[in-house]
C-alpha cells in the first residue's frame, strides 16, 4: 500500500429499502405475481429480493389498464395537466435521487459515482424536458393537430435501467399515450421503485404499468394485439425478432439496438484528452453500453504513443464495490453477462490479437472482468465485429483518414462514432463520412434529453430525445398509410 | 398518313446510366387496355436488381457528396426534359389506361410540377427537421438529415407515371440512389423516363429501373442486404408481411405512403444524425 493510496469510501445503504418480494405495478397499485426469481446484487451474489415473473395474463391486465387509462384519462386530459404530472415525477425523482442511485448501483453493479452523477440526474432531466412538450405538441412537427398513439408497450435493457425508463416513459406520456413497460429481469428494483414514485404524484391509474419478467414476458408484450407501439432498447437479434413479429400487424416501433462504435484518433489529436476519451468511452458503465467505443482506429504515426499512454491510465482504474464513492469499473451485471465476455475475450487471443489488463485485484465473489485492451486486431476477429458489451477495446490502426472511414463504418452496426482531432475541417469531414446516429467530436459518451440518440443501419429504427423522439410517439391528422 | 412504316422502341432495363437487358434474357408482354400488343419490356431477374444495388452503391456516395443546390438543379432538369416530351408520354399513358389524351396530359403535367415540387425540398430539409440542441454543458450539438443510401422502391400500379416519379424523386433528392420497379402492368411510360433522366445530367446509377414480376422480385428488394431502405407502397397488402419480415434480416427501414406529395416520404428515407463537440478555449 502506497501512502497515496485511496481508502475506502462507501455510499450507506441504509437509505434504500428493499423489500422481499415485489409484484407488478398495474392500474395504480401493487399486485401479487404468481411466481417470483430472485433479483441479486451482482458484486456480491447477495439476493436482494424476489420479483415477479409476469406471464400473458399480467401483460393482458396491465394493456387492458392503460387502454382504459388511454381512452378515458390521458389522452383526454389538457397537454398543461398532463404536463404538470411529469413535472411532479421529475421533481419527486430529484428528491429521491439518493435512494435511486443507491438502489441502482446495487441491483446493477455499477459504480455510485455514476448511478449518482449520470444515470439519476439525466432520467429526471428527461422527465423535466418532455414535461414541457406536453402542451406543445402542434409544435413538434408531425403538424397542427397531433396525436397519441395508444397504448405503448416498452421493453428495456439492464444497463441503464432507470434512464431508459425515463428515455421511454417521459416521451410516451408527454405525447398522450399511456405505458406498460417490462424492466430488465436482472434489474427491476428502480423501475419498481419508479412506480412508487407515480403513487406519489397521483399520477392517474393505468397511465404507467410495470410487468416485470424474462424475455417470455416481453415476448407476450410485443405480441399482445391491444399494443399499438412498441419502444425497445435491446440487442439486435431481439430487435430483428420483433420487427418480424409485428411485421403483419399495425404496430409501430421504435429500436435502439446494439453498435459496435469506431473511436477514431487522428495524428493531431490532443493526446492527454484522448487518452481520458477513449477510457471514458469503453470503461463507462464496466462497457455495458450500446454505445460503447470499443474499436479504438488510431493512426499508425500515433498508435504506440496512445496505446501506451493508455496502458498507464488504464492501470489507475479502481475496480471494485460499487458503493465505493472511489470506483471507477463495477460489477459486470449478471454471470450470463460475464460469460459472454469471457468468450468473446478467449476468441481475441485465439484468433491472435494481444491481450493486456492491469494488474488489479478482482472481488472474489460476485461477476468481474478487469479493464482490457486488444491489440494487433484486424477487422476480421469476432472482438472487431461482434459487440462485447463488457470493458474490452480492440485497438485497430489506419494510415489515411479513407482508410479509418472506411474501417469505422465496416459494421452492419451504426449507432455511434468517435472522431479526435484538432483540426475542425478534418472533424467535418470526418463525421460527415460516418454512418452512425451520434458522432462525439473530441470527446464520447455524452448524452441530453434535447439531443437525439439512435442508430444508422442495424442499430435499429428511430430515435429518442429532442424533437425526433418526440414524434415517434406521435401521429400527424392527415397521416394515411404511412410508417408500415 | 403516309404509309411509312413506324421505327418501334424496344424497352428495356435502365442501369448505370445504360440500358442493358435483362441477363436472364427474359420479358413479357404488355398490352394496351384493349388488349392489343404494345411491347416486350424485360423481365428483370434477381440478378439484375443485385448488379443494380452494386452500382447503386458507388452512385450514391457521390451524389450525396453533390451540394443541395447541385441536387435540386438537376431533379428541376429532370422537370424540365418530362415537359418537353410531355406528348409522347400523354400517348403511352393513353394507350395503356384507355384514356384520352387530354387526360393523359394532365398526369404528366402533374407529374412535371411533382417534380418541381420536390426539387425544391433539396435545400429545405436540414431547416424542416435539423437542430441544434441546447445540451446541458459546454458542448455545440448539432442534428441534421443526412440521405440513407441504397433505396429499394415499388412503384404503385395506379397512376403509370406519376406513381413512378412518386416513386423516385423523393427518395433521390436527399442523396439517395434507388432501384425502383416500375409499374408491372403499365411499366413503359417508366422506361420512357428513363431516356428522360438518362439527359438530365442526373449522375448514372442515382435512379436505376427495372421492369417485370413484383411477386417475384419484390422479397429480393426485401432481402437484400445492401438496400437500406425500401418504399411498399406498390406491394399488394397481403404480400406486405412477408416482405417486412424479410427486410428485418438487416433492419431495413420499410414504408408505404398514400398518394400526393409530401415531405414524410423525403424524411422516411432519411437519417438523423447528430454530433456533440466541446466548447472552450
Same mark, same amino acid.
Given at each position: 500500500?502506497?501512502?497515496?493510496?485511496?481508502?475506502?469510501? /462507501?455510499?450507506? %445503504?441504509?437509505?434504500?429499502?428493499i =423489500?422481499?418480494?415485489y409484484?407488478?405495478?398495474?392500474?395504480?397499485?401493487?399486485?401479487? +405475481?404468481?411466481?417470483?426469481?430472485?433479483?441479486?446484487?451482482?458484486?456480491?451474489? =447477495?439476493?436482494?429480493?424476489?420479483?415477479?415473473?409476469?406471464?400473458?395474463?399480467? #401483460?393482458?391486465?396491465?394493456?387492458?389498464?392503460?387502454?382504459?387509462?388511454?381512452?378515458?384519462?390521458?389522452?383526454?386530459?389538457?397537454?398543461?395537466?398532463?404536463?404538470?404530472?411529469?413535472?411532479?415525477?421529475? !421533481?419527486?425523482?430529484?428528491?429521491?435521487?439518493?435512494?435511486?442511485?443507491?438502489? =441502482?448501483?446495487?441491483?446493477?453493479?455499477?459504480?455510485?459515482?455514476?448511478?449518482?452523477?449520470?444515470?439519476?440526474?439525466?432520467?429526471?432531466?428527461?422527465?423535466?424536458?418532455?414535461?414541457?412538450?406536453?402542451?406543445?405538441?402542434?409544435f413538434? +412537427?408531425?403538424?397542427?393537430?397531433?396525436?397519441?398513439?395508444?397504448?405503448?408497450?416498452? #421493453?428495456?435493457?439492464w444497463?441503464?435501467?432507470?434512464?431508459?425508463?425515463?428515455?421511454?416513459?417521459?416521451?410516451?406520456?408527454?405525447?398522450?399515450n399511456?405505458?406498460?413497460l417490462?424492466?430488465?429481469?436482472?434489474t427491476?428494483?428502480?423501475?419498481?421503485?419508479?412506480?412508487q414514485v407515480?403513487?406519489?404524484?397521483?399520477?392517474?391509474?393505468?397511465?404507467?404499468?410495470i410487468?416485470?419478467g424474462?424475455?417470455?414476458?416481453?415476448?407476450?408484450?410485443?405480441?399482445?394485439?391491444?399494443?399499438?407501439k412498441?419502444?425497445?432498447?435491446?440487442?439486435?437479434?431481439?430487435?430483428?425478432?420483433?420487427? !418480424?413479429?409485428?411485421?403483419?400487424?399495425?404496430?409501430?416501433?421504435?429500436?435502439?439496438?446494439?453498435?459496435?462504435?469506431?473511436?477514431?484518433?487522428?495524428?493531431?489529436?490532443?493526446?492527454?484528452?484522448?487518452?481520458?476519451?477513449?477510457?471514458?468511452?469503453?470503461?463507462?458503465?464496466?462497457?455495458?453500453?450500446?454505445?460503447?467505443?470499443?474499436?479504438?482506429?488510431?493512426?499508425?504515426?500515433?498508435?504506440?504513443?496512445?496505446?501506451?499512454?493508455?496502458?498507464?491510465?488504464?492501470?489507475?482504474?479502481?475496480?471494485?464495490?460499487p458503493?465505493?464513492?472511489?470506483?471507477?469499473?463495477?460489477?459486470?451485471?449478471?454471470?450470463?453477462?460475464?460469460?459472454?465476455?469471457?468468450?468473446?475475450?478467449?476468441?481475441?487471443?485465439?484468433?491472435?490479437?494481444?491481450?493486456?489488463?492491469?494488474?488489479?485485484?478482482?472481488?472474489?465473489?460476485?461477476?468481474w472482468?478487469?479493464?482490457?485492451?486488444?491489440?494487433?486486431?484486424?477487422?476480421?476477429?469476432?472482438?472487431a465485429?461482434?459487440e462485447?458489451?463488457?470493458?474490452?477495446?480492440?485497438? /485497430?490502426?489506419?494510415?489515411?483518414?479513407?482508410?479509418?472511414?472506411?474501417?469505422?463504418?465496416?459494421?452492419?452496426?451504426?449507432?455511434?462514432?468517435?472522431?479526435?482531432?484538432?483540426?475542425?475541417?478534418?472533424?467535418?469531414?470526418?463525421?460527415?463520412?460516418?454512418?452512425?446516429?451520434?458522432?462525439?467530436?473530441?470527446?464520447?459518451?455524452?448524452?441530453?434529453?434535447?439531443?437525439?440518440? +439512435?442508430?444508422?443501419?442495424?442499430?435499429?429504427?428511430? %430515435?429518442?430525445?429532442?424533437?425526433h423522439?418526440?414524434?415517434?410517439?406521435?401521429?400527424s391528422?392527415?397521416?394515411?398509410?404511412?410508417?408500415? | 398518313?403516309?404509309? !411509312?412504316?413506324?421505327v418501334?422502341?424496344?424497352?428495356?432495363?435502365?442501369?448505370?446510366?445504360?440500358?442493358? !437487358?435483362?441477363?436472364?434474357?427474359?420479358?413479357y408482354?404488355?398490352?394496351?387496355?384493349?388488349?392489343?400488343f404494345?411491347?416486350?419490356?424485360?423481365?428483370?431477374?434477381?440478378?439484375?436488381?443485385?448488379?443494380?444495388?452494386?452500382i447503386?452503391?458507388?452512385?450514391?456516395?457521390?451524389?450525396?457528396?453533390?451540394?443541395?443546390?447541385n441536387?435540386?438543379?438537376?431533379?428541376?432538369?429532370?422537370?424540365?426534359?418530362?415537359e418537353?416530351?410531355?406528348?409522347?408520354?400523354?400517348?403511352?399513358?393513353?394507350?395503356?389506361?384507355?384514356?384520352?389524351?387530354?387526360?393523359?396530359?394532365?398526369?404528366?403535367?402533374?407529374?412535371?410540377?411533382r417534380?418541381?415540387?420536390?426539387?425544391?425540398?433539396?435545400?429545405?430539409?436540414?431547416?424542416?427537421?435539423?437542430?441544434?440542441?441546447?445540451?446541458?454543458?459546454?458542448?455545440f450539438?448539432?442534428?441534421?438529415?443526412?440521405?440513407?443510401?441504397?433505396?429499394?422502391?415499388?412503384?404503385? =400500379?395506379?397512376n403509370?407515371?406519376?406513381?413512378?416519379?412518386?416513386?423516385?424523386?423523393?427518395?433521390?433528392?436527399?442523396?439517395?440512389?434507388?432501384?425502383?420497379?416500375?409499374?408491372?402492368?403499365?411499366?413503359?411510360?417508366?422506361?420512357?423516363?428513363?431516356?428522360?433522366?438518362?439527359?438530365?445530367?442526373?449522375?448514372?446509377?442515382?435512379?436505376?429501373?427495372?421492369?417485370?414480376?413484383?411477386?417475384e422480385?419484390?422479397?429480393?428488394?426485401?432481402?437484400?442486404?445492401?438496400?437500406?431502405?425500401?418504399?411498399?407502397?406498390g406491394?399488394?397488402?397481403?404480400?406486405?408481411?412477408?416482405?417486412?419480415?424479410?427486410?428485418?434480416?438487416?433492419?431495413k427501414?420499410?414504408?408505404s405512403f398514400?398518394?400526393?406529395?409530401?415531405?414524410?416520404?423525403?424524411?422516411?428515407?432519411?437519417?438523423i444524425?447528430?454530433?456533440?463537440?466541446p466548447i472552450?478555449?
Amino acid at each position: 500500500m502506497t501512502d497515496f493510496d485511496y481508502a475506502p469510501a /462507501l455510499e450507506s %445503504r441504509s437509505i434504500v429499502t428493499i =423489500e422481499s418480494e415485489y409484484g407488478h405495478f398495474i392500474n395504480g397499485e401493487f399486485v401479487k +405475481g404468481a411466481n417470483h426469481f430472485p433479483t441479486i446484487n451482482p458484486s456480491n451474489e =447477495e439476493v436482494l429480493s424476489q420479483i415477479a415473473l409476469g406471464g400473458a395474463q399480467d #401483460i393482458d391486465r396491465a394493456v387492458a389498464s392503460s387502454r382504459v387509462a388511454f381512452e378515458s384519462t390521458w389522452s383526454k386530459m389538457p397537454g398543461k395537466e398532463r404536463g404538470k404530472y411529469l413535472y411532479r415525477i421529475a !421533481r419527486i425523482m430529484q428528491e429521491r435521487s439518493r435512494e435511486f442511485a443507491v438502489l =441502482e448501483s446495487l441491483d446493477n453493479g455499477k459504480p455510485i459515482r455514476e448511478s449518482r452523477d449520470i444515470d439519476i440526474p439525466l432520467a429526471c432531466a428527461h422527465f423535466f424536458y418532455h414535461a414541457g412538450w406536453a402542451d406543445k405538441l402542434e409544435f413538434a +412537427g408531425v403538424g397542427s393537430s397531433p396525436r397519441p398513439l395508444g397504448v405503448a408497450g416498452q #421493453i428495456i435493457p439492464w444497463n441503464f435501467p432507470l434512464l431508459m425508463l425515463a428515455w421511454k416513459i417521459a416521451p410516451a406520456l408527454a405525447a398522450g399515450n399511456t405505458v406498460v413497460l417490462k424492466p430488465a429481469e436482472t434489474t427491476s428494483l428502480t423501475a419498481l421503485l419508479f412506480a412508487q414514485v407515480c403513487q406519489q404524484a397521483e399520477l392517474p391509474a393505468g397511465v404507467v404499468n410495470i410487468v416485470t419478467g424474462d424475455g417470455r414476458t416481453g415476448s407476450a408484450l410485443v405480441d399482445h394485439p391491444g399494443i399499438d407501439k412498441i419502444a425497445f432498447t435491446g440487442s439486435t437479434q431481439v430487435g430483428k425478432a420483433i420487427a !418480424r413479429a409485428i411485421a403483419p400487424t399495425k404496430k409501430k416501433a421504435t429500436l435502439e439496438l446494439g453498435g459496435k462504435a469506431a473511436n477514431i484518433v487522428f495524428d493531431d489529436a490532443p493526446v492527454d484528452e484522448c487518452v481520458e476519451g477513449i477510457v471514458n468511452g469503453i470503461f463507462f458503465n464496466q462497457g455495458h453500453v450500446c454505445c460503447a467505443g470499443s474499436r479504438l482506429i488510431v493512426q499508425e504515426s500515433v498508435a504506440e504513443e496512445i496505446v501506451s499512454k493508455l496502458k498507464v491510465r488504464m492501470s489507475k482504474i479502481r475496480v471494485g464495490d460499487p458503493l465505493d464513492k472511489n470506483t471507477d469499473l463495477g460489477a459486470i451485471n449478471s454471470a450470463e453477462q460475464l460469460s459472454k465476455i469471457t468468450a468473446l475475450t478467449k476468441s481475441g487471443e485465439d484468433e491472435g490479437a494481444m491481450r493486456w489488463s492491469p494488474e488489479c485485484a478482482l472481488p472474489k465473489k460476485g461477476f468481474w472482468f478487469a479493464p482490457t485492451v486488444f491489440t494487433g486486431v484486424t477487422q476480421a476477429h469476432r472482438i472487431a465485429q461482434e459487440e462485447i458489451f463488457g470493458p474490452v477495446l480492440s485497438v /485497430l490502426t489506419f494510415r489515411t483518414p479513407q482508410e479509418a472511414i472506411e474501417k469505422a463504418n465496416n459494421t452492419p452496426y451504426g449507432l455511434s462514432a468517435g472522431v479526435w482531432s484538432e483540426k475542425g475541417s478534418r472533424i467535418h469531414w470526418a463525421s460527415q463520412q460516418l454512418k452512425a446516429g451520434v458522432i462525439w467530436a473530441n470527446t464520447f459518451n455524452k448524452f441530453d434529453p434535447t439531443s437525439p440518440f +439512435g442508430g444508422y443501419k442495424e442499430s435499429g429504427w428511430g %430515435r429518442e430525445g429532442g424533437s425526433h423522439g418526440l414524434t415517434a410517439y406521435l401521429k400527424s391528422a392527415e397521416e394515411g398509410g404511412n410508417n408500415e | 398518313m403516309s404509309d !411509312r412504316i413506324e421505327v418501334k422502341k424496344t424497352y428495356k432495363l435502365f442501369i448505370g446510366g445504360a440500358f442493358p !437487358r435483362s441477363e436472364s434474357g427474359r420479358t413479357y408482354e404488355v398490352n394496351d387496355h384493349k388488349g392489343g400488343f404494345l411491347a416486350n419490356p424485360a423481365l428483370a431477374s434477381r440478378k439484375d436488381l443485385r448488379d443494380a444495388v452494386v452500382i447503386a452503391r458507388t452512385a450514391h456516395i457521390s451524389w450525396a457528396k453533390a451540394t443541395a443546390y447541385n441536387r435540386g438543379q438537376i431533379l428541376y432538369r429532370i422537370a424540365e426534359m418530362l415537359e418537353g416530351r410531355a406528348d409522347q408520354f400523354a400517348s403511352e399513358i393513353s394507350a395503356l389506361d384507355g384514356i384520352s389524351i387530354k387526360e393523359a396530359l394532365k398526369e404528366v403535367h402533374l407529374s412535371v410540377d411533382r417534380l418541381v415540387w420536390y426539387a425544391g425540398w433539396s435545400d429545405k430539409l436540414s431547416a424542416l427537421v435539423g437542430a441544434t440542441n441546447p445540451v446541458s454543458g459546454p458542448y455545440f450539438n448539432f442534428s441534421i438529415p443526412e440521405p440513407m443510401g441504397v433505396v429499394g422502391a415499388i412503384a404503385t =400500379e395506379k397512376n403509370s407515371l406519376l406513381g413512378f416519379i412518386d416513386a423516385i424523386a423523393p427518395i433521390i433528392v436527399s442523396g439517395n440512389s434507388v432501384i425502383v420497379l416500375a409499374s408491372e402492368r403499365a411499366p413503359l411510360p417508366a422506361m420512357s423516363f428513363a431516356e428522360v433522366l438518362a439527359t438530365s445530367d442526373l449522375p448514372p446509377g442515382v435512379c436505376n429501373i427495372l421492369t417485370g414480376s413484383k411477386s417475384e422480385l419484390a422479397p429480393w428488394f426485401a432481402s437484400h442486404m445492401d438496400i437500406d431502405g425500401l418504399d411498399i407502397t406498390g406491394v399488394e397488402h397481403d404480400l406486405r408481411a412477408d416482405v417486412k419480415v424479410a427486410g428485418a434480416e438487416n433492419l431495413k427501414r420499410i414504408h408505404s405512403f398514400a398518394d400526393g406529395q409530401s415531405p414524410a416520404r423525403i424524411l422516411s428515407f432519411m437519417e438523423i444524425k447528430t454530433t456533440w463537440h466541446p466548447i472552450g478555449v
